[in-house]
């Protein structure tokens, strides 16, 4: 009995070296984790790197300088070329722009799907404009033609067309003389047309004479008018 004891104080004295080889391997384990773990954080704040602070304060002084330079002043009229800074006078006007530019931009715009690129039209409907008697002859004429239309039979250089023609000077569309005119200077000198131009100023005349008109024209209605 006494022996017994004396065995189960002695192992209770002298732990077993497999149990010990445990205690390490766990105790080198949560090791490797805090090492691993990041710190805590902690309130406070990092100073801005000299080098990026450096950079900032050029960026901000070049800023200034160019707003310095390139600012006009800040002035609305700074960039309008026809005002002279500093002295408030006003420069010449622009030149006024080519009738026949303009013109084409806008016969591009509304005209050329009927008429076409080529101003060849698209018979039997829309008749064309390229050496039409209807284009070279009277402006009288054609001018009636884009501010009210032009609705029936049309006879062009022997061929009839029977279609309808948009009008172009009611309010609802409302094309100012300087339109008209150049719409009309461009189709009388384009694709080999020789034509004199059409002035804003015969179109404000031909719009007066007839600003009673509600309705399109007839073939009938403007021959009278001449060649």
């Not at 105790?27 to 773990?37: I, N, S, W």
């Not at 000299?50 to 390139?70: D, K």
Request: hydrophobic share 40%; charged share 15%.
């Amino acid at each position: 009995m006494s022996d017994s004891r004396s065995e189960n104080a002695a192992s209770r004295r002298a732990p077993d070296n497999s149990d010990r080889a445990v205690a390490d391997s766990q105790l080198q384990t949560v090791h490797a984790q805090l090492m691993r773990e990041k710190p805590e954080p902690q309130e406070g704040f990092s100073p801005i790197p000299i080098f990026l602070l450096f950079v900032f304060s050029g960026l901000i002084f070049f800023g200034g300088v160019y707003m310095a330079e390139f600012s006009g002043g800040f002035n609305a009229l700074a960039f309008n070329e026809t005002v002279h800074m500093g002295r408030g006078e006003s420069a010449e006007p622009p030149p006024p722009p080519d009738p026949v530019a303009m013109g084409k931009r806008l016969f591009t715009q509304n005209c050329v799907a009927c008429h076409q690129v080529t101003g060849l039209g698209l018979p039997p409907v829309f008749p064309p404009l390229a050496g039409s008697e209807w284009v070279l002859g009277s402006e009288q004429r054609t001018i009636r033609i884009l501010l009210n239309g032009l609705s029936g039979e049309l006879v062009v250089e022997g061929n009839t067309y029977n279609g309808v023609m948009p009008a172009f000077g009611p309010s609802s569309v409302n094309w100012s003389d300087d339109q008209i005119a150049s719409v009309l200077t461009y189709i009388r000198q384009e694709w080999g047309n020789d034509a004199p131009p059409v002035l804003p100023a015969t179109v404000a005349e031909v719009r007066a004479a007839t600003a009673g008109r509600t309705t399109s024209w007839t073939q009938a209605e403007l021959e009278p008018l001449g060649q």
